[in-house]
């Protein structure tokens, strides 16, 4: 795997490739396995443009146990923030770091990282997507549920990022995939036509309708970073788009519900079915760790 830009590049059995070694990475953490030869001496750049509490960690601490170092470049401080363009910033990085984790706004801005420079990069976040999130998300489903063999995944929220990667992890995983979201607040357009192509893509404005029959259902706050100004409006726009106890009902009686985190109770679900389904989502956020690890492995390895 050269980069992770976006989980649309990755085949399914790249995808399953990720999932196995992150599998075997918790594993070995679990059993006190000293990882620390994997990645030894490799030098990790992180530039955040954007909040972040677990890609932040997971990222610092995998690059640690895996004998590495991260350097957490903030987007605040770097030359980046005072206009250097992405093109120069590639271009210096990859002569003294050996892979670069980029979380910010436009993801022409990550594309642009990868094509300036000459070191792996992997998307921590945009705009557009959030493949890493996802990758822990596909393996928290296939360690709860056994398989993705004949699943439903139900996303309830706005059509953003995570909208989009979910939506790209499920087909190609061949789990059925549906989204409750307000008109005007839809994924991606092209992302859907190819999930409605190459899967089973279903759309809907009622939460309760896209939930049927749900082995997983899945939620994200009405605004994300960078969109905190529409918070009132989008609050209007999606006072239906919740996971309740309805929404519940209507999916299956043993569904898993996770959430990327961070969460806003009382908006995308209610504080009780959040703390009931605690378990799953905190296992996710643990989650995060192992994956991240798997991906920085297979760029740092060049491995597919
Ligand atoms: N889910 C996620 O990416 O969390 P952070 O914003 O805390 O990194
Ligand atoms: N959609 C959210 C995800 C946070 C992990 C955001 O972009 O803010």
């Known amino acids: 795997m050269k980069h992770l830009l976006k989980l649309a590049d990755l085949s399914r059995e790249e995808i399953l490739s990720v999932l196995n070694l992150a599998d075997q990475l918790k594993y070995e953490r679990k059993n006190g396995v000293d990882q620390s030869s994997y990645l030894r001496g490799k030098k990790l750049g992180m530039i955040f443009q954007k909040s972040s509490t677990r890609t932040r960690v997971s ?47 436009a993801q022409k801005e990550v594309e642009d990282l990868a094509a300036y420079g000459s070191i ?127 929404v519940m009902r209507a999916a299956k009686p043993d569904a898993m519900l996770l959430h990327c985190l961070p969460v806003h109770r009382g908006e995308e679900v209610t504080a009780e079915i959040f703390e009931a389904h605690a378990k799953e989502i905190f296992e996710e956020a643990e989650n995060r760790l192992h994956a991240q690890k798997a991906v920085l492995v297979k760029v740092l390895k060049g491995e597919n």
């Open 59 to 105: 990222f610092e601490v995998g690059m640690y146990e895996l004998g590495g170092y991260p350097l957490f470049l903030s987007g605040r401080d770097l030359q980046i923030g005072r206009g250097e363009p992405v093109q120069d910033t590639a271009r210096v990085l990859s002569r003294m770091l050996d892979a670069i984790m980029i979380r910010t706004f």
């Open 120 to 246: 792996p990069v992997i998307n921590g976040l945009t705009d557009y997507c959030h493949p890493c999130q996802v990758l822990a998300d596909l393996m928290t489903i296939r360690e709860c549920k056994g398989s993705f063999k004949g699943l439903k995944m139900c996303f309830v929220g706005d059509g953003n990022n995570m909208a989009n990667s979910l939506m790209v992890g499920a087909v190609k995983m061949g789990m059925r995939f549906s989204i409750a979201c307000p008109k005007g607040y839809e994924p991606d357009a092209a992302l859907m036509d190819w999930a409605k192509q190459n899967g089973s893509f279903e759309m809907y404005e009622d939460p309760e309708a896209a939930a049927k029959d749900a082995d997983v259902l899945y939620t994200d706050v009405w605004a994300s970073m960078g969109q905190e100004e529409e918070q009132a409006i989008r609050a209007k726009a999606f006072a239906r788009i919740h996971i309740d106890d309805a």
